[in-house]
């Protein structure tokens, strides 16, 4: 067993040692493969948790082939999410590195959506999964989609910041709405506000600042590329009315000017 694999399956909530030495995600992988191996697998009940699943032991290597299959519907997967995320809090280390193995299939689509950064795509996915899995409500639909979604959104905010600043790439970016600010904070506030949604804000960051294409997008989330389009073109018609309304503006920003003002007049 390679040093970086004794450490995660002895350390489990470390995320950082879970990615040293080789690919992060191969290291969970054989990471996965090696807590159900043996007379002892990392499992799960099936009979316990139904929802059309073995009723038997189900090792959580095999679990995440069945949650792939498209005969699994997302009120199972759900099930079955909510007791990972339970083990993973409360159980073992290895539960957190097993839940990680299960949900490596959106961990690798996530990573390919965010392949144009140059820093460690792989490993800043994991660190933020792994903290989702502390911090997601179980709670509600599409547990493992929102767990990857919050993944995604974190590992994209780090790489970005650690990205190497490029004129072309700050001069596209802000020029998305013109004298609005960041497009990231813009974005930010904009779902603060109710303007636009989360996932919405999600697509606007991938395809117009993280330089993912429509096709790409659309096709990691199932859907078309058409679709997607018109998702984002409506998304952006709400945040330029929203700009051009003042809603998106720093609350604080007038105040500063106004206080700057003052001083330079006392001067």
């Known amino acids: 067993m390679s040093k970086s694999v004794r450490s995660a399956v002895s350390a489990g909530v470390d ?10 995600f191969d290291v969970a992988a054989t990471a996965l493969r090696l807590l159900t191996t043996g007379p002892e697998p990392l499992s799960v009940d099936g009979a316990a948790l139904g929802g059309g699943l073995p009723r038997r032991r189900i090792a959580l290597s095999e679990l995440a082939s069945i949650l792939m299959h498209p005969s699994c519907g997302h009120t199972t ?16 280390p290895a539960w957190v590195i097993g839940a990680v193995g299960v949900a490596l299939p ?12 140059s820093g460690d795509v792989q ?26 979604s919050a993944a995604f959104t974190a590992a ?8 190497p600043r490029r004129e ?17 904070v813009i974005l930010a506030r904009a779902v603060t506000a109710g303007v636009i949604t989360v996932a919405d804000a999600e697509l606007i960051g991938a395809t117009r600042l993280a ?17 997607i389009y018109q998702a984002r073109s409506r998304a952006e018609r709400l945040l330029v009315a929203a700009v051009r309304a ?13 206080a700057t003002m003052t001083l330079r007049a006392d001067c």
């Open 123 to 148: 490993a800043e996915l994991l660190t933020a999964f792994v903290a989702a899995l502390r911090t997601a409500k179980p709670a509600g639909a599409r547990v493992v989609q929102r767990l990857i």
């Open 15 to 24: 995320a950082p040692r879970l990615v040293l030495g080789e690919q992060p």
């Open 168 to 184: 072309a790439d700050h001069v596209d970016t802000t020029a998305l709405w013109p004298g609005a600010g960041h497009p990231d």
């Open 156 to 163: 994209r905010i780090e790489l970005r910041a650690s990205e």
């Open 77 to 92: 997967s759900d099930q079955v999410w909510r007791l990972l995320i339970e083990r993973a809090r409360t159980d073992s």
């Open 211 to 227: 330089g993912t294409p429509v096709a790409d997008y659309a096709e990691s989330l199932g859907k078309g590329a058409k679709a």
């Open 106 to 117: 959106g961990l690798r689509q996530a990573a390919y959506r965010l392949r144009h950064y």
């Open 246 to 258: 003042g809603l998106l503006s720093d609350p604080d920003e007038q105040v500063i000017a106004e």
